[in-house]
């Protein structure tokens, strides 16, 4: 097997309100670790991943926020430069389903233009405790014509799935723009950098 020619760097944000499970979400993506009891997250904390996508090597950073409101200006700074957000609220608390409306007011105030979105409701290993109906967070995506999963970080059922359908997107969107289909502002914004010292894939 060849080495992968060129390296494509994507940045995701977790964003959503307090203890929907952001952090566990990301544990069990990047180290396949589930912990019951995590401590809230502090301002921002962040998780790197190399995929293989298409024949290419994606580095794949994740910003993981804090969903506590003094914490959230701090989050907020991380919005301009992000290339794909997935907003996350808990399938237990219906709080947190609706002030998903909010967090989308904030990624369309400060995000790209070019930027991708997607929902996970989670916690659905919980299905006893649901308060959220898979169908309304159905419904809410398809209001804004985003992917949808519902997911469990401890089962880590859709965790793969969703996190790479968003890295999917952001990569067809890169590949339009070299192919001259689509021109945005991300041609400015992203390069292409020449593999350095990177192992093959």
Not at 45 to 59: A, E, H, T
Not at 140 to 161: M, P, R, V, W
Not at 166 to 190: M, P
Request: net charge positive; with cysteine; aromatic share 10%.
């Amino acid at each position: 097997m060849s080495c992968c020619k060129y390296l494509e760097s994507t940045d995701e944000i977790l964003i959503g309100d307090s203890e929907v499970g952001k952090t566990s979400l990301l544990k069990k993506y990047i180290q396949n670790e589930f912990c019951e009891n995590l401590l809230n997250t502090i301002g921002i904390d962040f998780q790197v991943k190399y995929l293989n996508i298409n024949n290419k090597k994606i580095k794949l950073q994740i910003w993981d926020t804090a969903g506590e409101e003094r914490y959230r200006i701090v989050a907020k700074t991380y919005f301009n430069s992000s290339d794909g957000f997935i907003i996350v609220y808990d399938i237990t608390k219906r709080d947190t389903f609706t002030n998903i409306n909010n967090w989308i007011e904030q990624i369309n105030d400060t995000a790209p233009n070019y930027s991708k979105s997607i929902i996970f409701g989670n916690k659905n290993d919980l299905n006893n405790m649901r308060e959220v109906e898979i169908k309304e967070g159905k419904e809410l995506a398809k209001k804004y014509k985003f992917k949808f999963y519902e997911t469990s970080a401890k089962d880590g059922i859709n965790i793969s799935e969703g996190f790479e359908s968003i890295v999917k997107e952001i990569i067809g969107d890169l590949e339009s723009v070299k192919s001259g289909r689509k021109v945005t502002k991300r041609l400015k914004d992203k390069r292409i950098e020449p593999k350095a010292k990177e192992p093959c894939c």
